[in-house]
């Protein structure tokens, strides 16, 4: 598909409404897959369950089809998520549940040189993050690194 003909202002009003159109087309597969799971329906097809008939079936891959189904039973038990985002969805699943996810911490070996930093943080850190990530251009390592060094000071002083 050539899009070149249209103008900067056009590609972006399409754009948009691409994007409201997919999202309602995701809903309504979503209520889909809820009705097909409740019925049990992809057993009358010859599927064991509703994972074999999404991969299977209806051709998605694996990871696809996980989301999908995990969306569409939260759907089923949660109508009010409907028209939130997923980080919304989040938020409200642990204040139902009245607490924060899990601390974790996991380190990745990316390269020699280089690892990648996983870690559960709260609402009010990240948003300390992305002030400090606005504020760096970017360079937010060197910022992480330099507050480790201070607290790592600051620890062993209040230790002595």
């Known amino acids: 598909m050539n899009l070149k003909h249209l103008t900067d202002k056009v590609l972006i009003e399409d754009t948009k ?62 109508p009010e998520i409907e028209n939130k ?20 911490v996991s380190i990745k070996v990316n390269s020699q040189n280089t690892y990648e930093l996983k870690i559960t943080i709260d609402e009010e850190t990240n948003e300390l993050v992305r002030e400090l990530k606005g504020l760096s251009k970017g360079d937010l390592n060197s910022f992480l690194k330099d507050a480790l060094k201070t607290q790592i000071e600051l620890k062993k002083k209040n230790s002595h």
């Open 17 to 78: 409404v691409l994007v409201s159109k997919e999202r309602e087309v995701l809903v309504q597969l979503l209520h889909h897959i809820k009705e097909i799971d409740s019925r049990k329906l992809y057993s009358d097809l010859g599927y064991s369950s509703l994972f074999a008939y999404l991969t299977k079936g209806l051709e998605f891959s694996e990871s696809p089809a996980c989301r999908r189904i995990s969306a569409a039973r939260l759907l089923k038990s949660h």
């Open 85 to 104: 985002s997923s980080i919304e969805v989040k938020k409200e699943i642990y204040k139902e549940l009245g607490k924060l996810p899990d601390q974790k």
